[in-house]
């Protein structure tokens, strides 16, 4: 018989080229020691807790629990996130939260909401690349900028809204922020900069994209007030149960005004976010000790970051600066100018440490001096080794480089 050799096929033009890199593809070798691994650290799954909690959503609910709506618990979980959300200013009822695979769907549909072909998006430099992926696809486009010590320079987007706004060119549909602990900067936008943004957002018309994924894991201090709490018409909240339950139970939410959720929900076609896994998280929340399984989960994460921020202050000195961030996973390097992190990539990998490279973060050809190491899914001893290991493929570059072999 002769083989059929099928024809070329053309895909969609609007398909990334590649797909956005994430924890998954980031070492691909399995005694490397992950500190690109943006990922929670097993030790905070409440795995014992999790069992019992599936089995109440089988047990108490029946198989209701596994028809399309669910049974209670998609219900009880919007109320829960809209009561936990009070902690951060946010004032709402369950009209205003949607149930989401995980916040990297809320993104996608949020896209899908508010953008047409060439509608502008504006973010951060650096930032999430999972993001970028998303608004890429919805064929956006992108214009990014700096960010600080104190989150996004908002000054230099008010200077670019005036420009647009006196030349008429376009407005952005939506900016895109992570005010929280950023990934990968690891920065909190400040109280100032936040009211700054909310009121550009009512004057100039468009949304601001709130992604508030790590807000939970403050390692000092309370929240500071969300960007929603300043312009609740024109912010969209995401968060989610993956950095403080589990990431495999793939859930997330969005908040925003009734219409706008309505608008979101339209994708879903009548079906709703993984309504067992809804069940067991609900069945969760009723009796688990949520505030101290909270608190163990920062104070892992806070030890972890002291261990990282002292092996780096002892394998590399003053030949990296970085922010010490007060939450979440990330920590941000910045090297000299001439230093392209991404050369020394696959030999720290090699030698058994994976990190990601800056200009993974940025929609510009820019970055190249940066590197994201995480400090959430490794232990204590990974971690100073990982660094020991990084700082050793770092070195090799410089020598390397000094010597023209790179």
């Avoid at 006196?166 to 100032?192: A, C, Q, R």
Wanted: aromatic share 12%; with cysteine.
């Amino acid at each position: 018989m002769t083989a059929i050799i099928p024809q070329d096929f053309s895909f969609a033009q609007r398909l990334p080229a590649l797909p956005p890199l994430g924890a998954a593809q980031a070492a691909s070798q399995a005694n490397s020691i992950p500190l690109s691994f943006g990922a929670p650290h097993s030790d905070t799954f409440p795995y014992e807790a999790l069992k019992e909690a599936a089995a109440q959503a089988i047990i108490s609910q029946g198989r209701n629990a596994l028809q399309y709506a669910g049974a209670g618990g998609p219900s009880a979980l919007l109320q829960w996130v809209a009561n936990r959300s009070a902690r951060r200013s946010i004032d709402v009822d369950a009209s205003h939260v949607l149930l989401t695979y995980g916040s990297q769907q809320a993104i996608d549909y949020v896209a899908r909401a508010l953008l047409n072909p060439g509608d502008h998006v504006w973010l951060e430099a650096p930032t999430y690349f999972g993001a970028v992926s998303t608004f890429r696809t919805a064929e956006a486009v992108l214009t990014s900028f700096p960010i600080d010590a104190d989150g996004l320079l908002v000054d230099e987007v008010e200077q670019a809204l005036e420009q647009a706004a006196k030349n008429g060119s376009p407005i952005p549909k939506f900016i895109y922020v992570m005010p929280n602990f950023h990934n990968p900067g690891g920065v909190t936008l400040s109280l100032e900069r936040r009211k700054q943004l909310a009121a550009l957002a009512y004057q100039y018309n468009f949304f601001i994209l709130e992604d508030d994924a790590y807000t939970e894991l403050s390692f000092e201090g309370d929240p500071l007030p969300s960007l929603y709490s300043f312009a609740p018409l024109r912010v969209i909240h995401l968060s989610t149960f993956s950095k403080i339950v589990a990431p495999g139970i793939r859930l997330g939410w969005a908040i925003a005004a009734p219409d706008v959720i309505a608008r979101i929900n339209v994708f879903f076609q009548g079906s709703k976010a993984s309504v067992f896994s809804q069940e067991i998280v609900a069945q969760l929340l009723q009796s688990f000790p949520f505030e101290e399984h909270l608190e163990r989960s920062i104070s892992l994460y806070r030890n972890n970051r002291d261990a990282m921020v002292a092996a780096l202050a002892h394998y590399l000195g003053n030949d990296v600066s970085y922010h010490v961030p007060k939450g979440g996973f990330f920590i941000w390097l910045t090297f000299p100018p001439h230093i392209d992190t991404s050369k020394f990539v696959a030999d720290a990998n090699a030698s058994g440490v994976s990190f990601i490279d800056g200009k993974q973060f940025f929609v510009k050809p820019e970055g190249h001096r940066h590197a994201r190491l995480s400090f959430s899914y490794c232990n204590e001893e990974d971690i100073v080794r990982g660094v020991e290991l990084f700082a050793k493929a770092y070195y090799d570059y410089i020598k390397n480089s000094k010597n023209g072999s790179v």
